[in-house]
């Protein structure tokens, strides 16, 4: 007897999460750590939406209470990157074909969904700016160019992130378990962004004093946060769009 598809969207940032809360009628909430977990429905079916907080330790802790509470079947790993190469712009998407490790000694893992063709022919049918390739996750932002440069040369990677591997290594073991990483670019390979971990709490939210402090330290911060966030808005605007796309979709289990 088939088992219905149980879809978890898996992301770091509140900010990231506003792309499908409105739309998300939620029945539970749990804190776990840095975490947060939203049960509910989505366009009546149900859903689980998984806020890991930012970073690889976040990230795989939230995975893990997440599978040991939930039979879930279909994994969707999203949110913000980073470009590496030219031609991509901000709100362009990244389907990560490999995930990579800027830590030593870890293999680069796949993720693993039927009917990929599909899905991405339907995402572009959407309006997507749709670029397939490798992604690689670091444990502390890169933002500038030549940090970017770098990745690209010892990688090969199209993007940047701070969890899809660890999400995805979580997930490696759970072979019935269907996923596919779809992240998008804020930053193009040009855009120098601020760094905003030195005022951000645990679960990625801002620290009010925290910003205020640094803001009469670097007083720059009043033109960079709002280009920031103009940018953020506009991944977040083709994130929604795509999610809406493919959690309608019933692709069945990860080969």
């Known amino acids: 007897m088939p088992i219905d598809p149980l879809w978890a969207v898996v992301l770091a940032l509140p900010h990231e999460a506003k792309a499908l809360l409105p739309d998300l009628k ?30 690889p330790k976040n990230a795989r802790r939230a995975v893990e209470f997440l599978l040991a509470h939930h039979p879930v079947t279909h994994v969707v790993i999203t949110g913000y990157c980073g470009g590496l190469v030219p031609g991509l712009k901000t709100g362009s998407a990244i389907w990560a074909t490999k995930l990579i490790s800027q830590k030593s000694g870890l293999d680069p893992i796949e993720p693993h969904i039927n009917g990929e063709d599909t899905l991405q022919s339907g995402l572009r049918d959407q309006g997507l700016d749709l670029h397939l390739g490798p992604l690689v996750e670091v444990a502390k932002p890169v933002l500038d160019l030549e940090g970017k440069q770098g990745l690209f040369r010892q990688f090969g990677a199209v993007g940047v992130d701070m969890e899809s591997f660890s999400v995805l290594n979580a997930l490696k073991e759970q072979k019935n378990i269907a996923s596919l990483i779809l992240r998008f670019v804020v930053d193009p390979l040009e855009e120098n962004l601020v760094d905003t971990e030195a005022f951000m709490d645990e679960q990625s939210g801002l620290r009010p004093w925290k910003l205020l402090k640094e803001t009469f330290r670097n007083p720059k911060l009043l033109i960079d946060l709002p280009q920031l966030d103009r940018l953020a808005k506009g991944a977040r605007r083709q994130l929604k769009k795509a999610l809406r796309f493919v959690l309608t979709q019933n692709p069945g289990p990860g080969a």
């Open 26 to 55: 939620i029945q539970a909430e749990t804190r776990y750590h840095a975490s947060k977990l939203y049960e509910g429905r989505y366009q009546d079916k149900p859903l689980l939406l998984l806020q890991t907080g930012m970073g």
